[in-house]
C-alpha cells in the first residue's frame, strides 16, 4: 500500500513514497499513533543526494520481508535533514555523544514521546565489517522494548536529561580582538596541509569559511602567510579531482587528501560559497585562475542549478546510471569519470592523448575500474592554472575545442538526478555569490540571476510578516518553518544586493529577517543565539551551535548580517548583538580555528569597522566598482543618487559635480574623494 509521503515537497521523501514501509513524515500524529499502539518509533535521518541513504533504501526499505518487519513492530518516520536541520541536529547531538560519531543515513529508536534510546547510522542487510544486520538491529530493539521496557524507558530518560545538561558557553559577550585573531591564525598554520593544501587528512572538505577569514586577516594585517594558505589552497582545489574541469563546480569533498577522487555529488551550499571565495580571491590578487572558477562556478549554478521559479536546486546526486549496464545500475561518479579509451573515443588518437596526458588520465585509472578523475596535474609558466605537457605550454584553442568535445560527449549520459527543492539558506548563499562575482566580472546575467532567486524568496518564501518558510519545491512553499540561517544567510543575500544594485528594497527586506532574529532567536540574558525561534516546535532540545558544518552556522552568519545591516543603517541594538553573538568566537577561535571560520571572518570585519563607503553618484559607476573591489574586511558599499534611498547615502552630494565617495569607519569620516585610486588605498589597497 501506499505511505504517507506521496504529498510532500522534499524530493528526498518521495523516493520513498512507494516502498513497502509504512512511512510518517515528521509529525505529532505518527508520535500519537505509537503511543495508541504501544510501539517504539523507528527515526530514519537523511537527504536526496547521500549515497550510503539510496544505498540503504535499496537494500532494505525496498525489501518486503525487512518492510513487514519494520511495520509490525514500529511507526517508521523518514526525514529529509535539508528540510528538517532541527530535528537533525538534536538526534545527531544525541547519536555524536553515544557513539563518538554520526552520519547519514542516520537511524535512532525512539519512545512515542520522542525520547532516543537506540542509534546507528548505516546497517547492511547482512552482518558486514562488524555491523549487525538491519534486520538484527530490528529485532533487538524490539525484544528490548517489549522485554524490557523499564530499562527502555530509564534509558531514554537519561539520554535526554544528558542532552539537556550539556551547556554551550557563549562567552563573554565581547568580540575578538587582535590578539584572539592572531592565535586563530597560529592554529590554522599548525592544520595547514602544506604539500596539498588545505587543512587535516583526508576526507578532506572544501575550508570555504576559512579562506575567507584567511583573505580577511591579509586585507587587515598584510600577512602573507594567510594570503599564501588561502591561495595555495584554492588552486589545488581547482586543480583536482574536486572541482569539475569540464563543466564547472566543485563535489562535496574529497576522499583524498590531495583533492583527487570526490564524493561526486554537487551542493548548492559549496557552489555558492566557494565562487565567492574564488571572486575575493580574484579581487585580492587577481589571479586568472580564480577568475576562471569563479565564473564557472557561477555558470554551473545558473546552467545547472537553477528552477523554472528562479530559485536553486539544493543539489546533484553523486550516482547516475552508468550506460556501459546493461541492468541500469546506479554508480557514483559514472556521468564524470573517463577511461583513456574514452577520451579517444571522443576525439581521435591527437587529442584523446592530449587530453588525456592534460587532464591526468592514466591507463591505470585514478578511480575505480580503470576509470579517472579528471584534474590539471601540471603547471606551466603563464599563471592560469592550466596544465602544460612536457614543461611545454598547450595550446589555448585546442584544449577548449577538447573540452566542449568532451563536455558535449558527457551531455549524453544519464545525467545524475536533482534535488529540485529550493532551500531558502542556500538560495541567500547563492544569491550572495552570484551578485558580487556579477558585479566583479561585468556579468549582469549573474546579478539579475541573483534577483530572480531573491524574488523568488520574497514572493513564495516570505509572508506578510516576514517569516520565512524553509523550503519550497515546484513553486509550491514547504510546511516547516525557516532556522536561523534561513533569515542569515537570506539576509546576506539581500544586503549583497542592495551593495551591488543601490536598490533600497533588498535592504530592507534584510532589515525584517534581522528584527525576526532578535525576537525570536537571541537569548536576551547571554546574547547566544539558538537554531529555532521561540515560538517553533518544542524538541527534546533547543538546538544550537556555533561552529561551521558544510555551511555557516546559523550563529555566526547572523553575526555577520547584524553586523552589515548595522553598518547600513546605523542600528545600535543589531551592532550590539552582533557584538555579543562573537563572543562564542573569542571563546572558541583560538582553539578550534577550522570550525568556526565563519565567526572569525565576521570578526575580523568587526575589527576592522566594518567600513561604510557611500558613493553618491551613477549606480555602476567607476567609483562605485572601485567601491566594490575594496578588500577591506566586510566593507559595505551603498551606491546611488545623492541622498538617495539607502541611509548611507543621506545627506551625502557630489563634489563639482563628479561621482563622489565617502568612506567612514568607527564613527570617523575620511574627506570626501572622487578620485579612484585613493578611494582602492581607503579601501586596503595598502595592505595588498
Known amino acids: 500500500m501506499p505511505n504517507r509521503l506521496a504529498h510532500e515537497t522534499s524530493p528526498y521523501l518521495l ?44 537494500e532494505s526499505f525496498e525489501d518486503g520481508a525487512t518492510a513487514a518487519l519494520m511495520n509490525e513492530h514500529f511507526v517508521n518516520i523518514k526525514v529529509d535533514r535539508e528540510e528538517r536541520p532541527d530535528v537533525d541536529a538534536v538526534y545527531m547531538e544525541a547519536v555524536q555523544a553515544a557513539t563518538g560519531q554520526g552520519g547519514w543515513p542516520m537511524t535512532v529508536f525512539l519512545t512515542a514521546d520522542a525520547e532516543p534510546f537506540y542509534f546507528g547510522t548505516y546497517f547492511p542487510p547482512e552482518p558486514r565489517q562488524g555491523l549487525p544486520s538491519f534486520p538484527q538491529v530490528l529485532d533487538g530493539v524490539r525484544r528490548a522494548w517489549t522485554e524490557r521496557r523499564d530499562e527502555v524507558g530509564e534509558v531514554a530518560a537519561k539520554i535526554v536529561q544528558d542532552l ?3 551547556q554551550l558557553a557563549a562567552g563573554d559577550g565581547q568580540r575578538p580582538g587582535e590578539e584572539e585573531l592572531a592565535a586563530a591564525l597560529l592554529g590554522l598554520t599548525r592544520d595547514y596541509d602544506e604539500k596539498h593544501g588545505g587543512f587535516g587528512g583526508a576526507p578532506k572538505f572544501p575550508p570555504s569559511m576559512v579562506v575567507e577569514f584567511l583573505l580577511r586577516t591579509y586585507a587587515r594585517t598584510g600577512s602573507e602567510g594567510a594570503l599564501q594558505m588561502a591561495a595555495d589552497t584554492c588552486e589545488r582545489m581547482a586543480r583536482g579531482g574536486i572541482y569539475d574541469q569540464l563543466g564547472g563546480g566543485f563535489a562535496r569533498y574529497s576522499v583524498d587528501r590531495e583533492w583527487v577522487v570526490p564524493h561526486f555529488e554537487k551542493m548548492l551550499y559549496d557552489n555558492a560559497l566557494l565562487c565567492r571565495v574564488y571572486a575575493h580571491l580574484w579581487r585580492a590578487t587577481g589571479s586568472d585562475l580564480a577568475r576562471r572558477v569563479a565564473l564557472e562556478t557561477a555558470d554551473f549554478m545558473v546552467r545547472e542549478l537553477r528552477t523554472n521559479e528562479g530559485g536553486f536546486a539544493s543539489a546533484l546526486d553523486a550516482d547516475s ?17 573517463w577511461t583513456a579509451a574514452q577520451l579517444r573515443e571522443v576525439l581521435g588518437e591527437a587529442d584523446g592523448d592530449l587530453a588525456a596526458a592534460y587532464f591526468g588520465v592514466t591507463e591505470e585509472g585514478t578511480f575505480e575500474e580503470g576509470a579517472s578523475v579528471l584534474q590539471l596535474p601540471r603547471r606551466d609558466g603563464d599563471g592560469d592554472g592550466d596544465s602544460g605537457i612536457g614543461g611545454g605550454v598547450v595550446d589555448e584553442s585546442r584544449i577548449a575545442g577538447i573540452r566542449a568535445r568532451l563536455l558535449a560527449a558527457r551531455a549524453e549520459r544519464p545525467a545524475p538526478g536533482r534535488d529540485d527543492k529550493v532551500v531558502a539558506a542556500w538560495n541567500g548563499l547563492a544569491i550572495a555569490a552570484l551578485a558580487e562575482t556579477g558585479a566583479l566580472f561585468d556579468r549582469p546575467d549573474l546579478v539579475t540571476a541573483a534577483v530572480g532567486a531573491a524574488d523568488l524568496l520574497v514572493r513564495l518564501h516570505m509572508d506578510d510578516r516576514a517569516r520565512l518558510a524553509r523550503t519550497s519545491k515546484d513553486g509550491h512553499v514547504g510546511a516547516n518553518v525557516g532556522v536561523l540561517e534561513d533569515y542569515a544567510d537570506v539576509a546576506e543575500g539581500f544586503l549583497a544586493l542592495a551593495s551591488v544594485t543601490g536598490e533600497g528594497v533588498w535592504l530592507e527586506f534584510a532589515g525584517f529577517l534581522l528584527d525576526h532574529v532578535l525576537a525570536q532567536f537571541v537569548d536576551p540574558e547571554s546574547g547566544a543565539l539558538y537554531d529555532t525561534a521561540s515560538d517553533g516546535e518544542q524538541l527534546i532540545r533547543r538546538p544550537q551551535d556555533p561552529t561551521d558544518n558544510a555551511a555557516p552556522s546559523g550563529w555566526t552568519a547572523a553575526a555577520g548580517a547584524l553586523l552589515s545591516y548595522a553598518a547600513h543603517t546605523g542600528a545600535a541594538p543589531h551592532r550590539e548583538a552582533a557584538e555579543r553573538a562573537l563572543g562564542v568566537v573569542k571563546a572558541l577561535g583560538p582553539r578550534v580555528p577550522r570550525f568556526i571560520g565563519h565567526g572569525l571572518a565576521v570578526a575580523e570585519a568587526a575589527v576592522d569597522g566594518p567600513r561604510e563607503v557611500a558613493v553618491a553618484g551613477e549606480i555602476g559607476g567607476a567609483l562605485h566598482r572601485v567601491a566594490l573591489l575594496g578588500t577591506a574586511p566586510g566593507a559595505v558599499v551603498a551606491a546611488g543618487p545623492p541622498d538617495g534611498e539607502l541611509p548611507l547615502l543621506a545627506g551625502r552630494s557630489l563634489v563639482d559635480g563628479r561621482e563622489t565617495a565617502y568612506v567612514c569607519r568607527g564613527f570617523v569620516c575620511d574627506r570626501p574623494t572622487t578620485d579612484a585610486e585613493e578611494l582602492a588605498e581607503a579601501l586596503g589597497a595598502a595592505a595588498r
Open 15 to 58: 523516493q520513498h513514497a512507494d516502498n513497502p514501509v509504512d512511512w510518517w513524515p515528521w509529525s505529532a500524529e505518527a508520535f500519537t499513533a505509537a503511543r495508541e499502539r504501544g510501539v517504539p518509533v523507528l527515526l530514519s535521518v537523511g537527504y536526496s543526494s547521500c549515497h550510503w541513504c539510496h544505498v540503504m533504501a535499496h
Open 164 to 166: 539537556s545538561e550539556r
Open 321 to 337: 546510471l552508468d550506460s556501459s549496464d546493461a541492468n541500469g545500475k546506479l554508480v557514483e561518479g559514472a556521468y564524470y569519470v
